[in-house]
């Protein structure tokens, strides 16, 4: 591809909405353009780079004995009330009518879709196991769109569906898109980890988060050094550390005037916070419900959302009118003589005299004991990790950001049983599909690349996925011995296979250097005023290597190069 002839409208500013690197650097190099919140157009550079993340995605897919279909991006309202998620995806889902008031939406995930698909028509047990793929736009109408295709409203997903016979065949489907994702995620040249995840919206069993490592990531992972153990924090087990036993003491209910928060009461009263309970005051499905957790620490949302077993949008947390409404006093709130749906997150049941609010403006009680003072549904573990956290073994935990860019849910038969989706066995009975589901985020995965191969002056692709592997630079275009010169280098590496890209532009040398730095192309030859002598400057993006050499060692470098680190099957 010729520069002078390609369509890339780079910019020289920092768009000033654009947070992280890899949403800035895209928009100067020209690979997206912002159309609406959250929905960008791919210009060519941008595509190009896509389309060979896509590549990366369909080889390993198609290796592991996966199958690529195309559904549509929209979607019968049937199929997802018949699996409960119409209500469950609530305002992230994006829903429309046809001019028969027939009701869709644009799917942003497609479990009910395979199913139905397979449903009737995966009769037998011998046609097992079946896994589908498809490469397609997904739509969420997420809260907060944000770093450009990172977090955005539409964007590309590899989603696949693995279907089996029973719950050993699945877990060896699972694990079998377990050492796909590796491989792919290996070749894209991402740094991440493999995570235990939380099967959220999806339902199901275990799940696995691949998360590439980024500082401007939007999660937090939880590991270990020794590789023992690796969780998102919105699942990461807390195993909390108790203050101190003491005897349990005479309940008392105390005056503790203007101590609405854990800070102020520990401190009014002089008696650690862990010991003054936090309460949560909520209204769920719109009955009230509180939840109590020890005044040190925080809620895990996620925890107690798969605790309810309820969509996280049921969930509301009330303001002080509405606790007021409910019965109690804001910031007073406590679990004793409450009459609602009271959860105690375990720990709190060893905690000895316990601080609690008295449901009475400022007032509190003293020395509550779970059991002997109150009770309540008990919920194992409710609590949000933080630094200084060890494992149950006593191993410290480290924490990372990164991003999510890759899913793996064991699903059992949530969906076939919901939508019954059967197969007979071998005994000709009937019996509903065990399945997974397994997602990569195409355009995300772009952006964490970006986000974990920059610097200063642009990106610094992989060869893996670069847009160019190599690029030619005809330093001043106004010289016919450099065009020439340019062109033949060009028609060479064109010729070797390689996907190189020609600046014969007339612009200044600077544009060009700027450009090609700022478009990350991994290798580079640009034919200069030496161009008559046979010499070139060779040179590396990474790496920083520079040196003049001739046009047939430079030649053999780039090709050499390229093809040691091009990432194929
Ligand atoms: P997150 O926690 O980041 O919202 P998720 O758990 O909702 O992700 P999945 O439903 O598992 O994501 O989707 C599969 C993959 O699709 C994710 O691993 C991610 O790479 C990608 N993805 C999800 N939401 C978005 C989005 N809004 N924009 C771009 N990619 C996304
Ligand atoms: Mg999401």
Not at 33 to 53: E, F, H, M, N
Not at 99 to 128: H, I, M, W
Not at 244 to 262: F, M
Not at 387 to 412: C, H, S, W, Y
Request: hydrophobic share 35%; with cysteine; aromatic share 8%.
């Amino acid at each position: 591809m010729k520069l002078s002839q390609y369509y890339l409208p780079t910019l020289r500013e920092v768009p000033a909405d654009a947070e992280i690197a890899s949403h800035k650097l895209m928009l100067r190099a020209a690979m997206i353009r912002r159309s609406a919140s959250g929905v960008y157009t791919y210009l060519p550079l941008g595509l190009k780079v896509i389309q060979k993340v896509e590549k990366v995605v369909r080889e390993e897919m198609n290796r592991a004995g996966a199958m690529e279909i195309l559904m549509s991006a929209i979607q019968p309202k049937e199929i997802w009330e018949s699996s409960g998620r119409w209500d469950v995806y609530g305002p992230e889902m994006f829903r429309l009518k046809d001019r028969n008031d027939r009701e869709f939406c644009l799917g942003p995930t497609a479990e009910e879709y395979f199913t139905t698909l397979v449903k009737g028509e995966v009769k037998s047990y011998k046609q097992l196991p079946m896994n589908l793929y498809q490469i397609q736009t997904k739509y969420r109408d997420e809260k907060r769109p944000r770093f450009g295709i990172n977090r955005a409203r539409e964007f590309s997903m590899k989603d696949a569906y693995s279907f089996d016979v029973n719950e050993e065949a699945m877990m060896d489907s699972y694990m079998n898109m377990y050492r796909a994702y590796e491989r792919i995620f290996d070749r894209l040249c991402i740094d991440y980890r493999v995570c235990q995840g939380d099967a959220g919206a999806m339902g199901g069993n275990s799940s696995h988060e691949f998360i590439a490592l980024a500082e401007t990531g939007e999660g937090v992972i939880v590991y270990t050094d020794s590789g023992s153990y690796a969780a998102t924090d919105e699942k990461a087990e807390v195993y909390y550390s108790y203050p101190e036993t003491q005897e349990p003491k005479e309940k008392e209910k105390v005056h503790t005037p203007g101590t609405k928060t854990i800070e102020e009461v520990s401190e009014f009263l002089g008696i650690e916070k862990a010991r003054c309970a936090k309460a949560i005051d909520m209204s769920v499905e719109g009955e009230p419900v509180y939840a109590f957790i020890p005044g040190d620490r925080e809620l895990n949302l996620t925890k107690l959302v798969s605790y309810l077993g309820i969509p996280e949008h049921e969930i509301v947390m009330m303001d002080d009118e509405m606790i007021r409404n409910s019965g109690t006093v804001p910031g007073f709130t406590g679990p004793i003589g409450l009459d609602a749906r009271i959860i105690v997150d375990e720990s709190l049941t060893k905690i000895s005299n316990l601080v609690v609010g008295a449901n009475e403006e400022d007032h509190h009680i003293i020395n509550a004991n779970y059991g002997r003072d109150f009770e309540g549904e008990i919920a194992p573990d409710l609590l949000m990790v933080e630094e200084g956290d060890k494992t149950e073994e006593g191993e410290e935990l480290q924490f990372a950001r990164g991003i999510e860019v890759g899913n793996i849910f064991q699903l059992g038969k949530k969906y076939s049983e919901s939508l019954d989706a059967k197969f007979l066995d071998e005994n000709g009975k009937e019996q509903h599909f065990w399945m997974g589901s397994y997602g990569v985020g195409i355009t995300r995965s772009v952006s964490a690349i970006i986000d974990q191969n920059f610097d200063d002056n642009g990106i610094i692709w992989p060869v893996a996925i670069a847009p160019f592997e190599a690029i030619v630079t005809v330093v001043n275009s106004k010289k016919e011995e450099q065009e020439a010169l340019g062109e033949e280098i060009y028609k060479k590496l064109l010729d070797a296979g390689i996907d190189v890209l020609l600046d014969d532009r007339k612009e200044r040398a600077g544009v060009k250097f700027n450009d090609r730095d700022l478009i990350g192309i991994p290798y580079r030859i640009s034919v200069g005023k030496n161009a008559g002598e046979n010499l070139v400057e060779y040179s590396t993006r990474k790496e920083g290597v520079n040196e003049e050499i001739s046009v047939e060692e430079a030649l053999e470098k780039v090709i050499e190069n390229i093809k040691k680190e091009r990432t194929s099957l």
